[in-house]
């Protein structure tokens, strides 16, 4: 065998090898994530009532100065969510 055809063989086969190992790493974590899903199923969160609603819309009025004067009069508050 001519060294360029060995090259040959040794590639293809190198990147059959790399192909083969990455279609079961894929095919192994989406099993591993149906798994999960469907035996693991994720906690319910207790939503914590807030004791601040009483504050509520002082907080929401001075947010809305906040962006008034930030923006000179040119922005306006469409909604405000807690991140």
Do not use: W
């Amino acid at each position: 065998m001519s060294p360029l055809n060995e090259a040959l063989i040794i590639t293809v086969v190198g990147m059959v090898t790399v192909f083969f190992i990455l279609f079961l790493i894929i095919f192994v974590g989406n099993l591993l994530i149906r798994f999960c899903n469907k035996y693991l199923p994720e906690e319910v969160r207790v939503k914590k009532s807030d004791k601040s609603d009483d504050r509520a819309p002082q907080i929401h009025r001075a947010i809305e100065a906040a962006i008034d004067v930030f923006t000179k009069g040119k922005g306006k508050v469409t909604n405000i969510r807690k991140l």
